[in-house]
């Protein structure tokens, strides 16, 4: 295709994109307040952490007991179920918008590689979502170290836009994490990562796997990082054994060369087949001798070659 006809394509695959999201946050944002089909409203599931802490632990607003967030604001609480929807439509529409993007960069790939397009499709929004579902059992635990500590001069009253946004972003950063393995898994399937270019850098990987669990993770407790460095971890070394074994199939292996050092020099191979390996010489053909008299020879001379005249 053309720049243009490229264009016109990115452009089709983006408005699919964007109403699907919309259509998604439409839904999160009724399914924040309301229960269809016998589920939990979305705003007592995500509420559901803090609400699991001591009594004693979190201030009491209404006086009867009952679990609830403080708003300061008149618009707040519109803009937190806003917020809410946005995120549960992003996940919600995710299988249309990752089918957007695979679409459009797979005319670029093989046949075979573009069979990957429903596993690569449902894996991401499985990641995700399973990325998703840890942080939300593991805020609790960080929501117990956070705020019991110094309990005996205070009480955690939070609002709703500060634990709110505390647990979207620990929930979008779980969730985004667990997509790199499969990041990895693309790019070797496309031919542009080998098992043996990043085999002997596993160190490198995991000790930076935990240093971005400490910067990422929003509260800077010790659950949610080691946590999130582990689980990433665990799913790196499942992406690096899945190259192996994809490099393996296809017999993608490094040449002996490229293993040297840039200032040594190369082994010439000496076998059948290499660069300097004996060949055969092919036996000498016979070269005809006329005989006197014959082919305009003298005759009673003693001969010569046809060839050599």
Not at 31 to 38: E, T
Not at 85 to 93: D, F, P, R, T
Not at 188 to 208: C, P, Q, T
Not at 211 to 240: K, W
């Amino acid at each position: 295709m053309s720049l243009v006809e490229h264009l016109k394509e990115l452009r089709r695959r983006v408005v699919i994109s964007l109403l699907a999201l919309i259509i998604g946050t439409i839904i999160g944002f009724v399914w924040y307040q309301n229960a269809p089909f016998g589920t939990m409203p979305l705003g007592e599931i995500l509420r559901g952490p803090y609400c699991a802490l001591p009594a004693e632990n979190r201030a009491d607003f209404t006086g009867d007991g009952e679990c609830r967030l403080l708003a300061t604001g008149p618009f707040e609480m519109f803009m937190l179920r806003l917020k809410v929807g946005a995120l549960a439509g992003l996940v919600l529409s995710s299988p249309v918008w990752l089918y957007q993007i695979w679409g459009f960069i797979t005319p670029g790939l093989h046949k075979t590689e573009r069979r990957w397009t429903f596993t690569f499709v449902f894996l991401a929004v499985t990641l995700f979502v399973a990325g998703a579902v840890l942080a939300y059992y593991i805020v609790a635990y960080g929501l117990d170290f956070l705020l019991t500590i110094g309990d005996e001069t205070q009480i955690a009253a939070l609002t709703g836009e500060r634990y709110y946004n505390f647990l979207l972003a620990l929930l979008a950063i779980f969730g985004v994490s667990f997509e790199v393995p499969l990041i990895i898994a693309m790019l070797n399937v496309a031919g542009v990562l080998e098992y043996a270019s990043i085999k002997d850098k596993r160190r490198f990987i995991f000790v930076g796997v935990f240093v971005f669990a400490a910067f990422i993770t929003p509260g800077q407790d010790p659950f949610s990082m080691i946590a999130l460095a582990l689980s990433v971890s665990l799913l790196v070394e499942l992406a690096l054994q899945f190259c192996r074994w994809n490099d393996k199939r296809r017999n993608r292996e490094r040449p002996e060369w490229m293993e040297l050092d840039d200032e040594a020099a190369s082994p010439l191979s000496t076998g059948p087949g290499g660069v300097d390996a004996p060949q055969p010489v092919e036996a000498p053909a016979p070269i005809r001798e006329s005989r006197p008299g014959a082919g305009g020879a003298p005759a009673g001379g003693t001969g010569y070659f046809d060839d050599v005249l």
